[in-house]
């Protein structure tokens, strides 16, 4: 792509909204989203992704799984997937990104801050205690969190064991 072209697309108004399973697994350029949300986010040593979307059914209908969209025009440029659930250890609801992805070509311009106020808040307004967010260790995502008042307090650990 040109960077005329790139310019164009990074200036193109992004509108952050909640969205629904269905926003995602029916929007017309998922696979391609998904794809490079593999490619940069992937945790090495598991699996190609198999959504598995009667799971993810039931914790919508639970009240466990939601879903934040970014558009540009109708195009969907990007998501957070968002767990609920009380941590039984403290007796508080507590909410963590599943999913926290925005197109290379839409992340200059505050998508992604846009996007991550918009979990707080939809984490504020289930009543959650806090925010738990996993980002790819030399991210970007890791690179913006402190600066957007997040402090580091665990390493994630992974070992395949099959």
Known sequence: MSDAGTNTIATQRVVIRR????????????DQLID?????SSISGMPSRNPQWPMYQQMVAAGAFHVICAYADTTLVGFV???CSVLPHYGALMCTTESFFVDE????????LRMLREAEQLAKDLGAYGLLISAPMGG???DVLP????????????????
């Open 19 to 30: 969205g629904s399973l269905s926003d995602l697994q029916y929007a017309p350029n998922f």
């Open 36 to 40: 490079q949300y593999a490619e940069q």
């Open 81 to 83: 997937t968002v767990l």
């Open 105 to 112: 070509h839409y992340r200059k311009g505050g998508t992604g």
């Open 140 to 142: 970007r995502l890791a």
């Open 147 to 162: 600066r957007a008042g997040y402090e580091e307090t665990n390493r994630v650990f992974f070992r395949k064991l099959a």
